[in-house]
């Protein structure tokens, strides 16, 4: 497996929601004397005593599910992460709700340089069975993972997203653990493993002492004993029946994530979309399973992933969202209501291949990840209806008024059903459009991927006005259709983005023969001007790149974006 599928790959996990027992005492958690500013009473537990981790053949090393959680009391955690451009650093800002007043605490200028979560803000270290370290390590805590409540009293549903975003070009976070609910510090997937061997050990587990500060929380330490167990593929059950191969590998929230690349699951999990950590970016537009939430990340259990009678594993895959059931009729408008304002980000994950996923082998191709997404106010909603018998669907944009209800349609183009194999489903054609141009900014190669199925696959700004932040149709199959759908509904919901990985045919853009020096990957959305939306000046990106080397053994530069450095 190559660095990029493996990159790919880490993105494209996303920590489901898992369910939490009460556990008793947190509920009365004190503040810690001296604490600045009334807020959220935080703490941090081990919902057990003990835990095993298995460290599974071929895998770098094991990841850390020790079971501990953060818990929030009196009050909900709730972070605004944003950054006004990509020339200005991220700043985290904490809102305290008190009642129907809120303040806002501006977080330590470079504490938190993204939006994936609190770096550093654990701190693990494992004795082995002689009572000497073996490992110290930190570990980051996204305030959006898998999350439960902790007491019976405690809202039923937390409105905050379920995922940390990882796309480098996100622009805004929403980050929360909802008063009375714990969220699990361990981000499974990812998160970094670590190298321990089969043994047994006990595991430390404390905040950081400048966290504690920063939140008021009591300097307290949790003890787990930790047993690592060798796994192989042919244990039975092992890995849910998953194979070792990439062979069906998919391409790319976030999820909610991050549509993350689509590539082959991870051993003993599905992927699927996020949020979200994402949301999660796909290249191949295979449909997605359902992604197995943290709780079943490994092992048999990765079969029982979904909901079903009398239980749920938090899996958060949307329902699949139904197009009007028979095609619009009247004469078509565009009424004066709010529209969504499609953008283009720069390109990222940019790589040079040679033959890849089915390309001309002894070529160079140069492959990118690419994301268009809805900065608001309304989401983009486009139907496409089949008239029987036909290999196209008509495609109409609909508006809707500020309370939701239909007010108008306009046709929008055609969709296409693409049979090939990693696709097989309709796509949306002239969404987006991809261009090689020269240090002169002129056309040299052009993509051929024009035609696109829509899902929010990356949450790239949760603060813009009524951003969503449990999008439906997170991932390929509850978005696409199948090859007998009779109708189609995509959505592009505002806040959210969707990322394609173009490392497939006729994708990336075939540079063998192509000069050494400066090019540029633009990135264009709404290409042909045929949806509706508030503003057309910011629909296109550029990423600067430097080719050079030899053909057979082409490299690529890819210079920072202002300050995001995201080859």
């Known amino acids: 497996m190559t660095r990029h599928h493996h990159d790919r790959l880490r993105r494209s ?23 600045a500013e009334p807020g959220p009473r935080l703490s941090l537990l081990a ?56 303040r806002t605490t501006t977080l330590p200028e470079g504490l938190v340089k993204d939006f994936s979560g609190l770096p550093d803000f654990l701190r693990v270290s494992f004795e082995d069975a002689s009572g000497k370290e073996v490992l110290n390590t930190t570990e980051k805590f996204c305030p959006n993972n898998a999350s439960g409540r902790i007491r019976p009293d405690a809202p039923s549903v937390s409105p905050y997203p379920e995922s940390c975003p990882t796309n480098p070009f996100t622009l805004g976070s929403v980050w929360g653990v909802e008063n009375g609910w714990a969220t699990n510090t361990n981000q499974g997937w990812n998160s970094e493993p670590v190298d321990l061997p089969a043994g047994e050990y006990t595991a430390k587990v404390a905040v950081a002492e400048n966290y504690r500060e920063l939140f008021g929380m009591a300097d307290e330490q949790r003890t787990v004993k ?18 070792k191969s990439s062979d069906s590998a998919h391409s790319g929230h976030s999820a909610h994530s991050g549509h993350g690349a689509h590539a082959a699951a991870p051993p003993g999990q599905s992927l699927g ?6 949301h999660q970016s796909r290249g191949a537009d295979a449909p997605t399973p359902p992604a197995a939430p943290h709780a079943l990340v490994a092992g048999p259990r990765a079969a029982q992933a979904g909901d079903g009678p009398g239980r749920t594993d938090g899996s958060r895959i949307a329902p699949a969202l ?74 109409y944009q609909y508006f809707h008024d500020a309370q939701g209800k239909q007010v108008g349609y306009a046709p929008a183009g055609t969709m ?27 056309e040299v190669v052009r993509s051929g991927k024009e035609a696109f199925c829509l899902a ?16 439906n149709n997170t991932d390929l199959s509850t978005a696409c259709g199948v090859e007998n759908s009779i109708s189609v509904r995509e959505v592009l919901d505002v806040g959210s983005g969707d990322t394609y990985t173009q490392y497939r045919p ?9 000069p050494n020096g400066t090019y540029y990957i633009e990135v264009i959305a709404n290409p042909e001007n045929r949806l509706h939306e508030t503003d057309l000046t910011n629909n296109v990106a550029l990423r600067e790149v430097v080719l050079s080397g030899e053909p057979g053994a082409r490299t690529v530069t890819v210079p920072p974006h202002h300050l995001v450095d995201a080859p």
């Not at 696959?457 to 932040?469: R, S």
């Open 273 to 278: 979309a996020s949020g979200h950590t994402g």
């Open 506 to 514: 006729g994708q990336s853009f075939e540079i063998t023969d192509l």
């Open 322 to 395: 139904k197009a009007e059931a028979k095609r619009p009729t009247g004469r078509a408008s565009v009424p004066d209501v709010p529209m969504p304002d499609l953008r283009a980000l720069p390109a990222y994950d940019i790589a040079v291949t040679d033959g890849e996923d089915g390309d001309v082998p002894g070529k160079d191709y140069l492959a990118f990840s690419a994301n268009v997404w809805n900065a608001g106010p309304a989401p983009l909603v486009v139907d496409g209806f089949r008239s029987p018998g036909e290999d196209l669907m008509d495609a």
């Open 416 to 442: 296409e059903w693409d049979a090939r194999i990693g696709h097989e489903h309709w796509h949306f054609t002239d969404f987006a459009s991809y261009r090689l141009l020269g240090a002169d900014q002129k």
């Open 226 to 243: 930790v047993t690592v167990r060798e796994r192989n593929w042919d244990d039975e059950g092992g890995r849910g029946g998953l194979a």
């Open 47 to 102: 919902a057990s005593k003990t835990v095993t981790l298995d460290r599974w053949e071929g895998e770098p090393g094991v990841y850390l599910d020790l079971g501990t959680y953060i818990t929030a009391e009196g009050g909900p955690l709730e972070f605004r992460v944003t950054r006004a451009s990509y020339e200005e650093p991220v700043v985290a800002r904490q809102i305290v709700r008190e009642g129907g007043t809120s």
């Open 456 to 471: 929010n696959t990356d949450a790239i700004d949760y603060t813009v006005e009524n951003a969503n932040w449990h999008p």
């Open 13 to 35: 996990a996303i920590a489901g929601a898992a369910t939490l027992s009460v556990v008793a005492g947190v509920a009365g958690a004190a503040p810690i004397a001296g604490a």
